[in-house]
């Protein structure tokens, strides 16, 4: 089975995220959204809110399972038999900033990064933007699934 790790704080889950998710989905038997737990960060979203989101989102889909982590992506990887991470691809900042980081995964285990480029179309949606459009009070129904359901905060 190919299995592939999918990371993030998803706060919220964006178009962006569900493109890649939804072609990632052409290249592995099965993808674990894994939602990464980090007590020194401040959500917009609780972490039941975030993982509620996907879920809805992808209720139909199978192949998707819906985790939370603390600690090393790489770690959590290994413990669900997952030998890819995905990531997605915005801009060239992302690219250097993910490249860094798989290179670091991969002098640490065997587990491979597959990279996707977001679609051009949602290339610009990233979840801090939503966040700022949702606490001025914008409308981000054009940048979110349907499944996330905003009560301004």
Do not use: W
Not at 26 to 41: H, M, P, Q, R, S
Not at 59 to 76: A, H
């Amino acid at each position: 089975m190919r299995r592939a790790v999918f990371p993030g704080s998803f706060d919220p889950i964006t178009l962006g995220h569900y493109d890649i998710i939804e072609r990632g989905l052409t290249l592995f038997d099965e993808i674990i959204l894994a939602i990464g737990v980090n007590a020194e960060k401040k959500y917009m979203f609780s972490l039941e809110e975030r993982k509620h989101f996907i879920e809805e989102a992808f209720k139909n889909e199978p192949k998707i399972k819906v985790m939370t982590y603390k600690g090393l992506t790489v770690d959590f990887c290994k413990q669900q038999n997952a030998e890819f991470i995905l990531r997605g691809l915005r801009n060239p900042g992302d690219f250097e900033f993910e490249k860094a980081i798989a290179h670091t995964n991969r002098k640490m285990t065997e587990i491979e990064t597959v990279f996707l480029l977001t679609s051009s179309g949602k290339s610009y949606i990233s979840s801090s933007i939503v966040r700022d459009v949702i606490r001025n009070g914008g409308d981000y129904t054009g940048l979110v699934p349907d499944t996330v359901i905003v009560k301004k905060k």
